[in-house]
């Protein structure tokens, strides 16, 4: 009995979170205003001398985490080139 009562309390809990989660998404296809949005498209042409946003978010504002990101396919690649290698062994 102890133990049903304890599945229905995680149960409810799950389920609570989850629709508290979902009911917070915005509708498919509208995208989520952010302020930031508005920065990078009124200043990252003075601020960067980049004509593409895109690029200009990329690598100068977000250089770090794109360094990060390529640090983290690089061990990636390297793992799979590990494991998967041809060993001289018999």
């Not at 979902?22 to 508005?38: E, K, N, V």
């Not at 980049?50 to 690089?74: H, K, M, P, Q, W």
Request: with cysteine; charged share 15%.
């Amino acid at each position: 009995m102890k133990r049903q009562v304890l599945f229905l309390v995680a149960l409810i809990i799950v389920v609570g979170t989850l629709w508290g989660g979902l009911s917070r998404i915005h509708q498919f296809g509208d995208p989520g205003a952010a302020p930031m949005d508005d920065y990078y498209l009124h200043n990252a042409q003075a601020e960067r001398s980049a004509n593409n946003i895109v690029t200009s978010i990329v690598f100068d504002y977000r250089g770090f985490d794109t360094l990060g990101e390529a640090a983290v396919l690089f061990t990636a690649v390297c793992s799979v080139l590990v494991v998967f290698r041809k060993g001289g062994h018999n």
